[in-house]
């Protein structure tokens, strides 16, 4: 069937090139609308419901929401891992599905049991679905900068850098300098205007004023923009009209806080009344109600006051015959309260650079969008709303994911085309012709782009493993192209001597013919073995599987495309170009040479002009022309066929190997003995590898996670993020440190006032980094310092020690954790861990959990390796709990509701009802003045009204006392838990987790009903071994079938199969010697060695036999002498084409060896 299809390809040259061009034209049209992202996302799929409880505790929270939600959403279908966060006010439940769910379809399913879950919770209580993203969605994040502006020049000023230059409008400046304008808005310090000398004014606003116009001005138009699921604002204070109550006044005028609220409740609407038709016109009724600020709250009247005594708060009564009674004169709100605008109570802080608190914004990307088109349309928003802002106000970037996306991206496409160029100056050197290299190489970047056309299709991101999955694939897909093209050549030079030997020439259509019928089906079906040698990578589930699966379906589609194309358009262009001339002789020497040079230079003079009229091709414009100019010459310039025997290449091979092969041949039991020593030697580095999930990908920025006191104060927590953000802003590698506590405005962020979130965007430029001496291969060495060493410090050979990050920051009941950004929110969206080990303990009593990851904590410390280890404290917070005496409140005619909702209002404060000013809505709160509810002794002089009037202190009905509580409370599957965060330096994970568990097994004993769960990025590990294991047998089972049926032959299937376990010999020793873990990149790249190793092995059996077969055919097969010649031919003769395939393997990776950049590192392992 292979046979028959080279042989219509070549029958129908025109068709299938036109085919080939259209698939390529087509390739690269999609190439340029690939979602671009730094990573796969590998976010389990997950709906998020938040529900709001204001005014309650944790305690509170668990107790009456999250347990009932979590109990109800595990039957969800499809639901993997039920998590509940209750937190102040707030519940949140984690509901995570199996892989390939669709996230709307888990939307609807969560919605669906919702609706019976919400008759388990109190009233008013509404859950909600936080939005379609997870925490990995957050690709930007800005700050609200009030700075300094020029007085005269409000709107900003244009920067010219180069000549340093200021102009007041861009028509000021040269018409050749405008391009190169920068606009600078306001100035972040103090000074003078650099236009007219004049002191530059400070912005004005304060933290309120800059939430709303983040709140009001940037969030919905950011919300908008496609790709954008949420905008979650943090910092600053949101704007809120504050009912301070007087009990003193209340009592006089004989009024209930309940009175106050309805009061104000009923004076804030607007209504309408239908229509009404006047003088043949229609006018829509509508009653102005809306408080529009202070001085309208203050007049709300809250009651009518007698002459003689003061009624109930009803004192307009209606009398028979529903006439409406006043009694009295109104009683103005004013009167018994002071209205005054303040800030709402605040669950999160965010901070800038230590300077102090800041307002910002995250936007966050919905689950499966194209995260780089995201961030790019919306700081192109942003700077169209940045002219909006008041004077002296401009956003600053602290967090944007596209750098590390170009980083990411931009190192694999270097690679790529360093990989090209290295394969193709291999063809070169072993064929010496250059448009037989040209046929050769050809099927690199067509399989690549054809690679790239199917990502687009199937909606695959191009990341660091997509693309990775071509860079390990560009080694293999020209092997079939190379044997095929050496074959040709083997073939032309046979047909050579023939011909001098007198015998008619063969039609060179047959030669072509044979020569690719001959090896193209063997190379067919070794590229398959390659591609089944990956089907494993598919079976892996969860983390890994959303990793890996995009670097197998590239190298996949490349390896397809390759083995499709080298039966195709590779025998069309082995027809066309593996000739001495293209062009034929007998035109003579003029005009071939016109037609040459004209090909050459006037497509290439076009191009140039082309190029030049578009900005993303003019810096290219020369290389464009120029390497038009050298394909075309190459192509059309008359080149020698070298002879194998006379390739300097191919002799140098032949005099190498011929020694081995004779003496191997003489000696098979030493060579088998030699052979198996070398497989046993690996036992030795094999067993001193360390193991982790992943080697880490430096995003370029790091997150400081410092763990603080469960029961630390928002004053308290502001004071340690400014001291921290200040201190590492004095670190030179450091551009920004945008630091919050507590928790955004998003469901995505389930995060206590203790959890501590430092954004620290470091300087992209390496060179501007310290710098350090160490030892290298040839001596000294000086180099920019790692990130490792910017986070712990480092040590001059002279002994001098400098502090990192984590000494700088070390504060005494601090824990520091260092992740970078987007690992740390997977670790915590998939195991609920921010550090790279965590304990998790389950059971009922927080008690006794918090007693267990306390003891856990303790032991893990003095395991090697550990960084720190510290507990979730179950009862770091305090609670100050107000038991009611129902007795006494009965005595007075009180129930327990009537005394707890004026410990809810009066003394928590409640937002009763909501302002509408214009697009803005701020809230409307009513409690008691703070000098009334700041000690326990005020608390008891609360007044609670009763049913005949009168004002019961609430020390009289309530006994008070101070008691340790949660101040968070987990859990998972309905279990409540308490975690250990550990964080390692210096160790595998895998060892590590081994001596951890061993000590925590044999020091920490569990009582009857609690487990322990061990989690973090090993997990990931556990799960995907065990099915890497049983998916490899399988696609073993699959090689076998695919060499028997193409050899037909069990020997030869085993003698392939038997060559497999040698290979990775080096595979160990290199690991070992390079100090790298055994991490599951590296058992998917030992799984493309075994696939290359079997190619290798059919390659070499093809032509042994070919060569038996030939001397069969010319009659030498004769005895055992001729066998050894024959062997001898196919082994040591034909080198050439298996060298070229194993240096084309090896060297097309060369590239990924040297190179630097954000995502080397993962590629090179």
Known sequence: MIARIIEYSLRNRALVALLAIGLVGWG???????????IPDL???????????????????????????????????????????????????????????????????????????????????????????????????????????????????????????WYAHPDEAPADRREKLKRVRAFEAEGVCPLDGRRLVPANQDLAELRSLQDWYLRFPLTAVE???????????????????????LQAFGLSVRTVVEAIQRSNNDIGGS?????????????????????????????????????????????????????????????????????????????????????????????????????????????????????????????????????????????????????????????LHARSELVAVFVVPSSVIVA???????????????????????????????????????????????????????????????????????????????????????????????????????????????????????PVLMHWFITDRVLPASWGFKRNLAITLGSMLLPAAALFVLAGMTEQLAPWRWWIAGGWAVLLGMLLVPQKIIHEQHSPLSRILQALYAPVFRWSIKHPLATIVIALAALASTIYPASRLGVEFMPPLEEGDLLYMPTTDPSISITKSKELLQQTDKLIKTFPEVLSVHGKIGRADTATDPAPLSMIETVVQLEPDKSKWRTRQVDGWLGKKTRPITIEELKFGWTDPD????????????????????????????????????????????GPDLNVLGDLAEQAAAVVRAVPGTVSAYPERAFGGYYLDIDIDRVAAARYGLSVGDVQEVIQTAIGGMNITTTVEGPRRYPLNVRYARELRDDIPALKQVLVPAPTGAQIPLGQLAKFSINPGPPMIRSEDAQRTAWVFVDIAGRDIGGYIADARRAIAQQVALPPGYTVLWSGQFEFWEKAIPRLVVASALALLLIVLLLYLSSRSWFRVAVVLLAIPFSLVGAFWFLYLLDYNLSLAVVIGMIALAGLDAETGMVMLLYLDNSVERFAREGRMRNVSDLWHAVHDGAVMRIRPKAMTVATAFVGLAPLLWAQGTGADTMRR
């Open 275 to 431: 229509v009404l038709e006047l003088a043949e016109n229609e006018y829509m009724i509508r009653s102005r109600g809306y408080l529009r600020g202070v001085e309208d709250i203050e007049r709300i009247p809250v009651g009518m006051a007698g002459s003689e005594e003061t009624p109930p708060a009803d004192a307009n009564r209606q009398g028979a015959g529903g006439q409406t009674q006043l009694r009295g004169v109104p009683i103005p709100l004013s009167q018994v309260a002071s209205v005054q605008i303040g800030g709402q109570a605040r669950r999160g802080v965010g901070e800038l650079d230590g300077r102090g608190e800041a307002v910002g914004g995250i936007v966050i990307a919905r689950f499966g969008e194209n995260a780089y088109k995201v961030i790019s349309d919306t700081k192109a928003k942003l700077a169209s709303l940045e002219d909006g802002l008041p004077p002296g106000v401009f956003i600053k970037t602290t967090y944007d994911r596209s750098g590390l996306i170009e980083r990411s991206v931009g190192t694999l496409r270097r690679t790529l085309i360093e990989e090209i160029i290295v394969v193709g100056l291999v063809c070169i050197l072993f064929l």
């Open 452 to 570: 790239l056309l199917a990502m687009q299709q199937l909606g695959i991101n191009a990341n660091i493993m997509s693309l990775g999955g071509i860079a390990i694939a560009i080694g293999v897909v020209v092997d079939s192209a190379i044997v095929m093209v050496e074959n040709a050549h083997k073939h032309l030079d046979r047909e050579g001597e023939r011909i001098a030997a007198g015998m008619p020439p063969t039609p060179r259509s047959k030669i072509i013919l044979e020569a690719a019928s001959e090896v193209g089906p063997q190379l067919f079906f070794s590229l398959l073995v390659i591609t089944v040698s990956f089907l494993p990578v598919f079976v892996l589930g969860g983390e890994a599987g959303r990793l890996f699966k995009p670097l197998a379906y590239t190298k996949t589609f490349a390896m397809a495309a390759a083995a499709v194309l080298s039966i195709t358009i590779i």
């Open 28 to 38: 690269i049209w999609s190439s340029l609308h690939l979602r671009l992202d730094a």
């Open 43 to 165: 976010s389990d799929v997950q709906v998020i419901v938040v529900t709001e409880f204001p005014g309650q505790n944790p305690q509170v929270v668990d107790d009456q929401v999250t347990y009932p939600l979590t109990s109800a959403l595990l039957s969800v279908p499809g639901a993997r891992t039920v998590r509940g966060y209750s937190m102040f006010e707030l519940s949140f439940v984690y509901v995570l599905f199996d892989d390939d769910t669709d996230i709307y379809w888990a939307r609807s399913r969560v919605l669906e049991y919702l609706n019976f879950a919400r008759d388990r919770l109190p009233a008013g209580v509404e859950p909600r679905l936080g939005p379609d993203a997870t925490g990995v969605g957050w690709v930007y994040q800005y700050v609200l900068y009030p700075g300094y502006y020029c007085p005269d020049h409000p709107r900003g000023l244009w920067h010219d850098a180069e000549r340093d230059r």
């Open 799 to 842: 002994g001098k020690q400098h502090p990192g990050l984590n000494q700088v920051v070390s504060f005494p009941g601090v824990a520091n954790a260092w992740p970078y950004p987007i690992e740390n929110r997977i670790n915590m969206l998939s195991t609920g861990i921010k550090t790279p080990v965590g304990i998790k303990f389950l």
């Open 227 to 249: 790709g954008v699921s949420e905008v979650a604002s943090i910092g600053g204070f949101v704007k809120q009209y504050q009912v301070v109550l007087d009990p003193q006044k």
